[in-house]
Nanobody, 124 residues
Framework: QVQLVESGGGLVQAGGSLRLSCAAS????????MGWFRQAPGKEREFVAA????????YYTDSVKGRFTISRDAAKNTVYLHMNSLKPEDTAVYYC?????????????????WGQGTQVTVSS
């Protein structure tokens, strides 16, 4: 079994920054892609960003382009989400996701593995 453990959430003022981390552990895990989703109160979970493990190709939802950056540390099996210029509408529980099959499972919201989530709150 693979475990994904997120950290780095918290409360920040609008315009501020946070960095989320997600470490994968457990059985030998050869990730194809890892990513981040978020779910705001009363809304559906939405895709935020993803990174292909082999070549670091990245994908972002339009609302975070230019503000968020996803990166990875292969040696640590860890993915990061650097969030800058945060807005109140970024407030949500952020979930890490991983899949060892192909990117499509992450892009469609059906990854093999999910983290437990970390709260990000942006005050105005």
């Amino acid at each position: 079994q693979v475990q994904l453990v997120e950290s780095g959430g918290g409360l920040v003022q609008a315009g501020g920054s946070l960095r989320l981390s997600c470490a994968a552990s457990g059985r030998t895990f050869s990730s194809y892609a890892m990513g981040w989703f978020r779910q705001a109160p009363g809304k559906e979970r939405e895709f935020v960003a993803a990174i292909i493990w082999s070549d670091s190709t990245t994908y972002y939802t339009d609302s975070v382009k230019g503000r968020f950056t996803i990166s990875r540390d292969a040696a640590k099996n860890t993915v990061y989400l650097h969030m800058n210029s945060l807005k109140p509408e970024d407030t949500a529980v952020y979930y890490c996701a991983a899949d060892d099959r192909n990117f499509g499972y992450i892009r469609t919201g059906s990854p093999a593995y999910w983290g437990q989530g970390t709260q990000v709150t942006v005050s105005s």
